[in-house]
């Protein structure tokens, strides 16, 4: 269980002790080793350890955390900053303009599949998309357009092969004006290895329609590779993101990093599968873990996370002892259970709390305190001024209804709270004695 889970995790923690100096500077070694592992670019991993290093130099070392612990819970957010903090959208042109989506990359990459991929996510998210087939060199380009895009019910506009791609790509704009169709998914033709006729082409199309978005597709298996490709074409033609293909093969994903740090352009989707609905929005912080590996970094983080969580729940059981249990604390102990997976588990790491309390008892915390309507808590608490937070007992039926309005719920759903906030700090209060351990003045019923 989650539980026994996290007392093994303190077990090891207390085990090991703090880490040395030396640890420090081993932690940072295989981070290194595990980007290069990954097969993230040598600069950028010099560059990334090199920003690491400075912004560890002058950070605080958290409560709860030894230096060795900060140092990696550094890297692991700024690996996910790098590779942008959050998910990245299509942009679509507002309103009545049709939004020109231009497919480009090298041959292979899954320029053809993704294509189709990505008229499904379009049409899910309400929109009407007409495929294009601009590769005129492989007969069989067309086909697979054609088969891919009538499994996902999406027409495509072809003109065989006999036309050039700029001109097709012009006509399916018309087609697209007088048909309604309001997003248009460029398929162009890729070569094997940049040459300079394929860019040119390219170029020519880009210039022929009003393109809205170039998404270059990368095969996430070529690792450095791809970095170089993602380069050139935005040198030459212009990106705006990227769609990294293939990801469900045993690549550790390196490529991603590199290609971020080397254009700055977003990472829009993951490509996991050849079947058509195994298109995936990019997130940072799992693209991270991948790129980081499951090894020994990755639980020294979680280390690091869990004993801050310890040290929260210490000082939260320093303040129950004394009642001071506030609004504030409240929000705490809230993300705190939504990292842990429940009050149980931060019960948990508070000493000598669990042996005297049963699990009925538990569990009537944790109803206190229910995962649905958390959401919702949290918006009542922020709605709340700094005093109101710090000091539970200004709450009045006027505030109350205030507290309504600004979180958008109901004030029924405020009363419910707020009371349950007192009966759950007056079960906190008799805690004292249970917590103290020796003097055990504490008796549930
Ligand atoms: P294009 O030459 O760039 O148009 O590439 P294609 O779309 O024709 O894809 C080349 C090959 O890669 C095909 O066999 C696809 O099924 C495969 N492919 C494309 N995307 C993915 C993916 O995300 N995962 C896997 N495993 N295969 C993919
Ligand atoms: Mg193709």
Same mark, same amino acid.
């Given at each position: 269980s989650l539980s026994d889970k996290l007392q093994n995790v303190f077990k090891n923690l207390r085990g090991k002790g703090r880490l040395s100096e030396e640890d420090v500077k081993a932690a940072l070694k295989e981070v290194k080793m595990a980007l290069l592992e990954a097969d993230v670019n040598f600069k950028v991993v010099k560059n990334f350890v090199k920003t690491v290093q400075e912004r560890a130099i002058g950070a605080d070392v958290m409560n709860g955390l030894n230096p060795g612990q900060m140092v990696i819970k550094i890297v692991n957010e700024e690996l996910t900053n790098l590779m942008g903090?959050?998910?990245?959208?299509?942009? @679509? %042109? !507002?309103?009545?303009?049709?939004?020109?989506?231009?497919?480009?990359?090298? &041959? #292979?990459?899954?320029?053809?599949?993704?294509?189709?991929?990505?008229?499904?996510?379009?049409?899910?998210?309400?929109?009407?998309?007409?495929?294009?087939?601009?590769?005129? @060199? %492989? !007969?069989?380009?067309?086909?697979?357009?054609?088969?891919?895009?009538?499994? &996902? #019910?999406?027409?495509?506009?072809s003109m065989g092969d006999k036309n050039k791609p700029a001109d097709i790509a012009k006509a399916s704009i018309e087609h697209a004006k007088k048909n309604g169709f309001n997003v248009v998914i460029l398929d162009t033709a890729g070569r094997l290895h940049?040459?300079?006729?394929?860019?040119?082409?390219?170029?020519?199309?880009?210039?022929?329609?009003?393109?809205?978005?170039?998404?270059?597709?990368?095969?996430?298996?070529?690792?450095?590779?791809?970095?170089?490709?993602?380069?050139?074409?935005?040198?030459?033609?212009?990106?705006?993101?990227?769609?990294?293909?293939?990801?469900?093969?045993?690549?550790?994903?390196?490529?991603?990093?590199?290609i971020r740090a080397v254009t700055g352009k977003p990472i829009l989707f993951c490509g996991m599968g050849e079947k058509l609905d195994d298109l995936e929005q990019f997130y940072p912080d799992r693209m991270a873990s991948r790129i980081l590996g499951m090894g020994d970094v990755l639980s020294l983080i979680e280390k690091a996370e869990a004993s801050i969580d310890e040290e929260k729940a210490k000082d939260l059981s320093r303040k129950m002892r004394k009642a001071e249990f506030d609004y504030n604390d409240y929000l705490d102990s809230m993300a705190q259970m939504k990292k842990m997976g429940g009050i149980g588990s931060v019960l948990g790491m508070m000493p000598g709390m669990i042996p005297g309390m049963n699990s009925a008892q538990v569990s009537q915390l944790e109803g206190a305190i229910d995962d649905k309507k958390m959401a919702h808590i949290e918006a009542i608490i922020l709605s709340m001024t700094p005093e109101e937070r710090a000091n539970p007992k200004l709450m009045n039926p006027s505030r109350k209804k205030r507290l309504a309005r600004g979180a958008g719920v109901d004030i029924a759903e405020v009363n419910r709270f707020i009371k349950q906030f007192d009966q759950t700090k007056k079960m906190m209060k008799k805690m004292p004695g249970m917590m103290g351990g020796k003097r055990g003045r504490m008796k549930f019923p």
């Open positions: 903090s959050e998910t990245t959208e299509i942009a @679509y %042109r !507002p309103g009545q303009q049709i939004t020109v989506i231009m497919m480009v990359g090298l &041959q #292979g990459a899954g320029k053809t599949t993704t294509t189709a991929k990505l008229a499904g996510h379009v049409k899910k998210k309400g929109k009407k998309p007409l495929l294009v087939a601009c590769d005129v @060199y %492989r !007969p069989a380009a067309i086909t697979q357009l054609q088969i891919n895009g009538e499994k &996902q #019910g999406v027409p495509v506009f940049i040459d300079e006729g394929m860019m040119d082409e390219l170029v020519e199309i880009k210039e022929s329609v009003d393109v809205a978005q170039t998404l270059l597709v990368v095969d996430a298996m070529t690792g450095q590779d791809a970095v170089n490709v993602a380069g050139t074409f935005d040198e030459k033609i212009g990106i705006d993101g990227v769609v990294l293909t293939k990801l469900d093969g045993d690549t550790r994903g390196g490529a991603a990093l590199s």
